[in-house]
């Protein structure tokens, strides 16, 4: 007997935890369900699914003890947005609604732009950007957002459903969208795969895949839409140089590589540790800032030439409790920053009179 044959009719989004009724005739389990929340279940042979016990946040079934009561945790998982901008002294936070996620910033560290995960139309997110001075969220569209213009004019957003092999531009001023056919080439999924520009925004560079192979770095001319491979296969996580004529990136040997936009020889970067991957360069173009992405978010200064190393910035949330993963987005140089992490902390509960 399993409780997926007797509640196959309804899928939960999410089952964790379960446990043999006291009697041993029966299944409990827990799950979250969108619209309801946490939910704790039970099921026989043959029967449908009894609903024992509503959260408003998920729970986890632990155990049942022999008199019924029930050891159950619950959980509060979401991501929250943090960072220092322009204007200030100290981080703020930024995020709206819980899941908002990040996916641009200008090279001013004046605006953000991102995702309100909880609009969504047609199956695409809704795209906002918000100033530094944290007045409410503007809406500009639908779209995955990965990258922004240096001069904060352009959002790039790709589409999550149809024309996946289009960016489009929308502008974060009066204006209309621009659309930019890649001839093919899907763009990489968000988190390590940002869209990043050169200063004057000429140029931008983003991992992608082509023809299923991939992924691989693609630099972007912005005015004509000409699109360049650079690199070999298996090449992500890359930032272009503020003078738009190198590209760093992870290779897929995992080692921090710098290439030649123009072509020529690649330049590994010696002074790179295991799983470091670039962030962002200085405006002099000799160093790159490189995370491991772990928490606290140790990030690196290197040399390019002579593999010098010395810590940055450090960036740790100021309540550090429960706080698991998270992405960084810099400006040129490092002093304006906006990161967003998950937080996930949890109690533990023996509740009683359950029926």
């Given at each position: ?111 953000i732009a991102g995702n309100l995960q909880v609009a969504n139309q047609g199956g695409e ?138 072509g020529g020889e690649p330049l590994v970067v010696a002074g790179a540790a295991p799983r ?80």
């Amino acid at each position: 007997m399993t409780a997926r044959s007797a509640s196959s009719e309804e899928q939960p989004d999410s089952l964790q935890g379960l446990a043999w009724a006291p009697d041993g005739g029966a299944i409990w389990f827990s799950a979250y369900v969108f619209g309801k929340g946490g939910v704790l279940s039970s099921v026989r042979p043959g029967a449908r699914p009894v609903e024992r016990l509503r959260s408003p946040i998920s729970i986890r079934l632990q155990d049942i003890a022999s008199d019924g009561r029930a050891l159950m945790v619950a959980g509060d998982t979401r991501t929250e947005i943090a960072g220092l901008l322009a204007g200030q002294d100290k981080e703020r936070r930024y995020e709206g609604w819980n899941d908002d996620s990040i996916g641009g910033m200008d090279a001013a560290g004046d605006m953000i732009a991102g995702n309100l995960q909880v609009a969504n139309q047609g199956g695409e997110y809704a795209a906002f950007v918000r100033r530094a001075d944290g007045s409410p969220p503007v809406r500009l569209g639908y779209g995955d957002v990965f990258g922004m213009s240096p001069n904060g004019r352009w959002v790039y957003t790709r589409k999550l459903s149809n024309d996946r092999t289009r960016l489009f531009l929308l502008p974060t001023r009066a204006g209309e969208p621009r659309v930019i056919d890649l001839g093919g080439v899907l763009p990489a999924g968000a988190g390590r795969a940002m869209l990043t520009c050169s200063k004057d925004g000429r140029r931008a560079a983003f991992a992608g895949y082509a023809a299923g192979a991939g992924p691989r770095i693609y630099v972007l001319d912005v005015a004509s839409g000409r699109l360049q491979p650079l690199g070999p296969l298996g090449s992500e996580s890359p930032v272009i140089s503020p003078d738009g004529t190198r590209v760093a990136a992870v290779a897929s040997d995992g080692l921090v590589t710098v290439y030649p936009v123009a072509g020529g020889e690649p330049l590994v970067v010696a002074g790179a540790a295991p799983r470091e991957e670039p962030v962002q360069w200085t405006r002099d173009g000799r160093s790159l800032l490189l995370w491991d992405r772990s928490f606290p978010a140790r990030i690196q200064r290197v040399g390019l030439n002579d593999g010098s190393r010395e810590l940055a910035l450090q960036i740790m949330p100021e309540d550090p409790a429960g706080v698991l993963y998270g992405q960084i987005l810099m400006s040129p140089g490092g002093d304006r920053y906006v990161y967003r992490y998950r937080r996930d902390v949890s109690a533990l509960f023996l509740v009683e009179g359950i029926r």
